[in-house]
């Protein structure tokens, strides 16, 4: 636990109003994320928006720079986007698959990663092939090695699955895309902001993510960092005048760094609120959040099996703040909904976010409840006991 939680807390306003334990969908943000959007926005009603960018624009700027500190990037190898799947869209779609090329995924692989897949094999005959698991339900690398060939064209990964705490091995992934020399696209969304993300370290070549998960970044906010090798060779699937100048009547140019997977217009207030957000972290330090996170979860789970009825799927040896559970005879909405009843908040994972996984494993929709590090003991041992008491209560009904 940090020893200035008191001051983490004092700035997250939210917590007077509710338990916010939906951070895997979006958290709290913290003051100081606040103040920066809402300032913004009152000078862009101020003087203009065009005329704020303007006076903003180091500070805009510098937003580049705070993701590509938080990843272990460069700045040009970085595009803001609206969400984390734009910025995994623009880098899937611009690889070009042909008849018999092979995408290796993982079990786990989010929906929307997973239909886009679907989609370019239909259109171009490439196939989909997952990865099988290890003992621990991680992807195995060992698994991933001997399927390696020519036909390999991408290996697309989720690294934190939105369905729980499984957290695959994202670096060993990595290692063995390096050798073979097949692009490596990570989906680190419900990963950035609860661990340290390491883009050197984890070798992946483009990676997508979110702001407004465990970052403390605003809703509409994401970005996409593509390697510098990689990024002169990948036309986006889209361009307009700013991802690409029209240089000449017939012909346009295709930005040297990362933005030429952004357009020109874009909500500032949200960018600003994200670099905000990162720089707030980042002076927390990451380290520091991710063994926070790995505890209040720990206890989480610890508090949630001992109530009869309730069943953990997390998977993995060391699993990251996404908790979910089922109740024996109780639908998972209706949990959120009592939960939601007692100003505790959190969401619910349905089979087809995840769908390979949910029939591989025959989940029904779990309750996934997602601590971050301004949340306290107290406030998990207090959900615990909400969710103790929904079951007792509709066990007297019943
Ligand atoms: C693993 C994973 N990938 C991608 C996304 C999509 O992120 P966004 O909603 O910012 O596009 C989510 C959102 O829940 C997610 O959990």
Request: net charge negative; aromatic share 6%; charged share 25%.
């Amino acid at each position: 636990m940090f020893t200035d939680i008191d001051r983490l807390r004092a700035d997250t306003p939210g917590i007077a109003h509710r338990i916010h334990l939906n951070n895997a969908g979006a958290a709290l943000m913290p003051r100081p994320v606040l103040e920066a959007m809402t300032g913004y926005l009152t000078r862009e009603s101020e003087i203009g928006g065009y005329e704020t960018a303007a006076e903003a624009a180091p500070r805009l700027d510098a937003v580049y720079a705070s993701v590509a500190r938080l990843i272990g990037a460069s700045r040009d190898e970085i595009a803001l986007t609206e969400n984390a799947t734009v910025a995994w869209q623009m880098a899937f779609y611009s690889l070009a698959f042909k008849p018999g090329d092979r995408i290796l995924t993982a079990r786990a692989e989010y929906a929307a990663n997973y239909v886009a897949f679907l989609q370019v094999a239909k259109r171009t005959g490439a196939v989909v092939e997952v990865i099988p698991d290890d003992a621990d339900g991680r992807l195995d690398p060992e698994a991933l090695r001997r399927m390696i060939d020519d036909r390999v064209k991408l290996i697309a990964i989720t690294w934190v699955p939105t369905n729980g705490g499984l957290v695959n091995p994202a670096a060993a992934v990595g290692a063995i895309a390096r050798e073979h020399n097949i692009p490596y696209l990570l989906d680190a969304c419900q990963a950035v902001g609860q661990m340290p993300v390491d883009v050197e370290a984890l070798q992946c070549d483009m990676l997508s993510a979110t702001g407004r998960k465990f970052l403390r970044g605003p809703r509409g906010s994401g970005f996409l960092y593509v390697r510098r090798e990689l990024l002169e060779r990948l036309e986006p699937p889209m361009i307009d005048h700013f991802a690409a100048p029209w240089v000449a009547t017939d012909r346009y140019e295709l930005r040297p760094d990362a933005r030429r997977f952004e357009n020109w217009e874009n909500n500032y207030a949200a960018r600003l609120g994200l670099g905000v957000a990162i720089d707030y972290a980042l002076d927390i330090g990451m380290e520091a959040i991710a063994a926070c996170c790995r505890d209040l979860s720990g206890h989480m789970r610890q508090a949630l099996a001992r109530i009869p009825g309730v069943t953990l799927h997390d998977l993995g040896p060391d699993p990251a703040a996404i908790v979910t559970f089922s109740v024996s005879g109780h639908d998972a909405n209706a949990i959120k909904e009592g939960l939601a009843k007692a100003g505790i908040n959190v969401s619910v994972s349905v089979p087809a976010s995840t769908l390979l996984d949910a029939e591989a494993r025959h989940l029904p929709a779990l309750v996934r409840a997602s601590p971050h590090y301004y949340n306290s003991s107290d406030e998990i041992d207090r959900m615990a006991a909400e969710v103790q008491r929904l079951v007792a209560f509709a066990s007297s009904q019943g």
